[in-house]
């Protein structure tokens, strides 16, 4: 396994800082030296400069005024810090609004939005894309030997879409060009007959609007894309000037959590570097781990798109705002949870924010500096604490996952899964069905990627692709390639149903999965929440399953072709029908699991799987139930993460091997006490 590069080509270091705002104190300039001071006494060593920065470095179009940057940016270079500079796109001023009202999005409904409020651009906007390339390009001009600046943030969090004249117009050259130019084929992918929807002119094509047309499934479907590439193409018009001038600087856009809006694996791609924001609310309550497993699974997703480190953009170092009940961060979560980025696969903790604004919506928002600006605060001592704990960890930077076992989590999919009517509305559940899935292996301490369908299968062992039920072009056909070569592959109910266009296959459900797993998905039962449907395990099935499992919600009712059946359901009418195969393709083997099964199956079933396919764990102890194990290596050496979610104290066995302590360099025994809430980096020798 080899080390990946740093993300800062000159800076091997974990960067530990966040969103700065020196503008919001231009009156009070002596506040930005304290600021210096009090991010050496926070061991932070970056600042993520110019994110809302727009009417302060352009007060009116065309006059530009960087004085307050130029010092900023010249205290920065003196203290060493490292300066995350971000386009202003992410809020547009006021006159700009006034003097190019195109710049203003137009919702759904047709109305154009007045100016406000953040994140609000149109995406299409010649002018939008003019201004920003002026002020970008000025900005990278001014900055780009500038010692300090590390990397370029990118507008912010992208999200939303626009309808105005502009974008409909480019929706249909969009359209146009996907069907080349071909009306019969978009009416096919359409199915534009059924209501006489049939298209007989290009200009017909609207956005989906819920005062229009908003139940075609691929116009909806076909809007999606369009605004993911319209998104992306924003994205790289704003990042032109910066790679055309400092071609060796990376360039980010920061995702949100699990905002669906956008295929983040696209816009990934379109990137250097993956980062995102993370806002997680640890309650001190018995479900922590499962909200930790969820936020694993997101930082996995992040690592997993370019398959190496990511950047943890934003974080909050105290408590939210935004949240219906904003609590306090507990002591202990804020090293836990910075050290939970690291374990899978960050090489930062940054934070939204800095410093707390005196006004506006934000000012309760947690910070590392709070309107009384002590660096006595339990806030300001934890942050301290985890940038000294970072300083150690140095070894970390670059430390690359070895992950055997992969969750599929594909946005398109999401997306038809999600706008399908029926068999049960309104929620599919998809999304948590597939962290679901990821959530075993967490507990395990196994690493699990988190790809797309478009990602390698061909690295992986095991591949889990739960309710694959839209089947991207080329993609059966490379789940075939990945089994015959020797992969194992599980997929479940509701697999195989519709094309890229959302047109059912009229083969057979699972359409063109169907000889390789070997069934025929004949029809699917859903049944109520307080419901369930026995599942018996056959004897001397493969995998060891014994006793009766509960299945609920979804039932597949399926025919087995070929496959080996390994349980049965054992109620229902369809009781002794199979509820879980197997087939031998090629060199491995494909699984069907018909129904969304209870807790001990997933567990049962997996790590049987994991187990059979010499899949490794992070360490050879048990893991109880919150306490998950990640492993990061350099080829050399491993760094294990422990980190515990759960109140109660545990010994956690670490198997064979010698672990030292990676922040003191102790050595540690064969065991471990975990007290509650505790997170330990340890490092060991690496072993293929
Ligand atoms: C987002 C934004 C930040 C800030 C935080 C608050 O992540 O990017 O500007 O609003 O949320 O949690
Ligand atoms: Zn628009």
């Given at each position: 396994?080899?080390?990946?590069?740093?993300?800062?080509?000159?800076?091997?270091?974990?960067?530990?800082?966040g969103?700065?705002?020196?503008?919001?104190?231009?009156?009070t300039?002596?506040?930005?030296?304290?600021?210096?001071?009090?991010?050496?006494?926070?061991?932070?060593?970056?600042?993520?400069?110019?994110?809302?920065?727009?009417?302060?470095?352009?007060p009116?179009?065309?006059?530009y005024?960087?004085?307050?940057?130029?010092?900023?940016?010249?205290?920065?270079?003196?203290?060493?810090?490292?300066?995350?500079?971000?386009?202003?796109?992410g809020?547009?001023?006021?006159?700009?609004?006034?003097?190019y009202?195109?710049?203003?999005?137009?919702?759904?409904?047709r109305?154009?939005?007045?100016?406000?409020?953040?994140?609000?651009?149109?995406?299409?906007?010649p002018?939008?894309?003019?201004?920003?390339?002026?002020?970008?390009?000025?900005?990278?001009?001014?900055?780009?030997?500038?010692p300090?600046?590390?990397?370029?943030?990118?507008?912010?969090?992208?999200n939303?879409?626009?309808?105005?004249?502009?974008?409909?117009?480019?929706?249909?050259?969009?359209?146009?060009?996907r069907?080349?130019?071909?009306?019969?084929?978009?009416?096919?992918?359409?199915?534009?007959?059924?209501?006489?929807?049939?298209?007989?002119?290009?200009?017909?094509?609207?956005s989906?609007?819920?005062?229009?047309?908003?139940?075609?499934h691929?116009?909806?479907?076909?809007?999606?894309?369009?605004?993911?590439?319209?998104?992306?193409?924003?994205f790289?018009?704003?990042?032109?000037?910066?790679?055309?001038i400092?071609?060796?600087?990376?360039v980010?856009?920061?995702?949100?959590?699990?905002?669906?809006?956008?295929?983040?694996?696209?816009?990934?791609r379109a990137?250097?570097v993956?980062?995102?924001?993370?806002?997680?609310?640890?309650?001190?309550?018995?479900?922590?781990?499962?909200?930790?497993?969820?936020?694993?699974?997101?930082?996995?997703?992040?690592?997993?798109?370019?398959?190496k480190?990511?950047?943890?953009?934003?974080?909050?170092p105290?408590?939210?705002?935004?949240?219906?009940?904003?609590?306090?961060?507990?002591?202990?979560?804020h090293?836990?949870?910075?050290?939970?980025?690291?374990a899978?696969?960050?090489?930062?903790?940054?934070?939204?924010?800095?410093?707390k604004?005196?006004?506006?919506?934000?000012?309760f928002?947690?910070?590392v500096?709070?309107?009384?600006?002590?660096p006595e605060?339990?806030?300001f001592?934890?942050v301290?604490?985890?940038?000294?704990?970072?300083?150690?960890?140095?070894?970390?930077?670059?430390?690359?996952?070895?992950?055997?076992?992969?969750?599929?989590?594909?946005?398109?999919?999401?997306?038809?899964?999600?706008?399908?009517?029926g068999?049960?509305?309104?929620?599919?559940?998809?999304?948590?069905?597939?962290?679901?899935?990821y959530?075993t292996?967490?507990?395990?301490?196994?690493?699990?990627?988190?790809?797309?369908?478009?990602?390698?299968?061909?690295?992986?062992?095991?591949?889990?692709?739960?309710?694959?039920?839209?089947?991207?072009?080329?993609?059966?056909?490379?789940?075939?390639?990945?089994?015959?070569?020797?992969g194992?592959?599980?997929?479940?109910y509701?697999?195989?149903?519709?094309?890229?266009?959302?047109?059912?296959?009229?083969?057979?459900?699972?359409?063109?999965?169907?000889?390789?797993?070997?069934i025929?998905?004949?029809?699917?039962?859903?049944?109520?929440?307080?419901?369930?449907?026995?599942?018996?395990?056959?004897?001397?099935?493969?995998?060891?399953?014994?006793?009766?499992?509960?299945?609920?919600?979804?039932?597949e009712?399926?025919h087995?072709?070929?496959?080996?059946?390994?349980?049965?359901y054992?109620?229902?009418?369809?009781?002794?029908r199979?509820?879980?195969?197997?087939?031998?393709?090629?060199r491995?083997?494909?699984?069907?699991?018909?129904?969304?099964?209870?807790?001990r199956f997933?567990?049962?079933?997996?790590?049987?799987?994991a187990?059979?396919?010499?899949?490794?764990?992070?360490?050879d102890?048990?893991?109880?139930?919150?306490i998950?194990?990640?492993?990061?290596?350099?080829?050399?050496?491993?760094?294990v993460?422990?980190?515990?979610?759960?109140?109660?104290?545990?010994?956690?066995?670490?198997?064979?091997?010698?672990?030292r302590?990676a922040v003191?360099?102790?050595?540690?025994?064969?065991?471990?006490?975990?007290?509650?809430?505790?997170?330990?980096?340890?490092?060991?020798?690496?072993?293929?």
């Amino acid at each position: 396994m080899k080390k990946h590069s740093p993300v800062v080509a000159n800076f091997p270091h974990l960067l530990h800082g966040g969103d700065y705002n020196p503008e919001q104190w231009i009156r009070t300039p002596e506040v930005w030296d304290e600021d210096v001071r009090l991010l050496k006494l926070a061991n932070c060593n970056v600042v993520s400069l110019g994110i809302f920065s727009w009417v302060m470095l352009e007060p009116e179009d065309g006059k530009y005024t960087f004085d307050w940057l130029d010092q900023i940016m010249e205290k920065m270079g003196r203290a060493k810090i490292q300066v995350v500079m971000a386009t202003p796109g992410g809020a547009k001023p006021a006159w700009m609004a006034r003097k190019y009202p195109e710049t203003l999005r137009v919702n759904a409904q047709r109305q154009r939005l007045l100016w406000g409020g953040r994140h609000n651009h149109c995406f299409t906007s010649p002018a939008f894309r003019a201004k920003c390339d002026a002020i970008n390009t000025l900005i990278a001009e001014r900055y780009k030997d500038h010692p300090s600046l590390c990397m370029w943030h990118v507008n912010n969090e992208y999200n939303g879409d626009c309808h105005c004249d502009l974008c409909q117009n480019a929706f249909r050259a969009w359209i146009r060009r996907r069907y080349d130019n071909d009306l019969d084929k978009l009416n096919l992918a359409w199915w534009s007959n059924f209501w006489s929807h049939t298209i007989t002119d290009w200009e017909q094509i609207e956005s989906p609007s819920p005062i229009g047309e908003n139940r075609v499934h691929g116009h909806n479907l076909d809007w999606k894309r369009f605004v993911t590439d319209q998104t992306i193409a924003c994205f790289n018009a704003e990042a032109a000037p910066l790679r055309r001038i400092t071609p060796h600087i990376p360039v980010t856009a920061n995702m949100i959590g699990s905002y669906s809006g956008i295929d983040y694996f696209k816009l990934a791609r379109a990137g250097d570097v993956v980062s995102w924001d993370s806002y997680p609310s640890y309650h001190d309550r018995p479900g922590d781990w499962r909200i930790a497993s969820h936020v694993g699974f997101m930082h996995d997703q992040r690592r997993s798109m370019l398959n190496k480190p990511f950047i943890l953009m934003e974080s909050a170092p105290a408590q939210q705002n935004y949240k219906a009940v904003c609590k306090l961060k507990r002591p202990k979560m804020h090293m836990l949870e910075g050290l939970q980025a690291l374990a899978h696969g960050s090489d930062s903790v940054m934070y939204f924010q800095w410093r707390k604004s005196r006004g506006g919506v934000e000012k309760f928002h947690g910070a590392v500096v709070d309107h009384y600006a002590s660096p006595e605060t339990r806030v300001f001592k934890d942050v301290a604490e985890l940038g000294r704990v970072l300083g150690k960890l140095d070894g970390i930077v670059g430390a690359a996952t070895q992950a055997d076992v992969a969750v599929v989590y594909d946005y398109e999919n999401r997306w038809a899964i999600d706008d399908a009517a029926g068999p049960r509305n309104p929620d599919k559940q998809y999304y948590d069905t597939v962290v679901e899935h990821y959530r075993t292996f967490w507990k395990e301490g196994i690493a699990c990627d988190v790809i797309d369908q478009l990602s390698d299968f061909g690295r992986y062992k095991l591949v889990v692709a739960p309710m694959l039920y839209l089947l991207r072009p080329g993609v059966a056909e490379r789940i075939e390639r990945f089994i015959a070569d020797g992969g194992t592959f599980v997929t479940t109910y509701f697999t195989g149903n519709v094309d890229e266009s959302d047109l059912c296959y009229t083969t057979g459900f699972p359409g063109p999965l169907r000889k390789l797993l070997g069934i025929w998905a004949e029809e699917v039962d859903v049944i109520y929440d307080d419901e369930s449907v026995p599942v018996v395990a056959g004897p001397d099935n493969r995998l060891g399953l014994s006793g009766t499992y509960a299945a609920r919600q979804f039932c597949e009712l399926i025919h087995a072709e070929g496959a080996a059946v390994l349980a049965t359901y054992g109620g229902e009418f369809y009781k002794g029908r199979p509820a879980l195969t197997v087939n031998q393709f090629g060199r491995g083997s494909a699984y069907f699991v018909a129904s969304r099964n209870d807790a001990r199956f997933q567990k049962e079933m997996f790590t049987t799987l994991a187990r059979q396919l010499g899949i490794k764990r992070a360490i050879d102890g048990e893991l109880p139930e919150g306490i998950t194990a990640q492993v990061r290596s350099d080829g050399d050496n491993d760094f294990v993460f422990l980190l515990s979610f759960v109140r109660d104290a545990h010994t956690i066995q670490l198997g064979p091997g010698s672990y030292r302590d990676a922040v003191t360099g102790a050595p540690i025994g064969a065991s471990l006490e975990l007290e509650g809430y505790d997170s330990r980096v340890l490092i060991r020798k690496h072993s293929t």
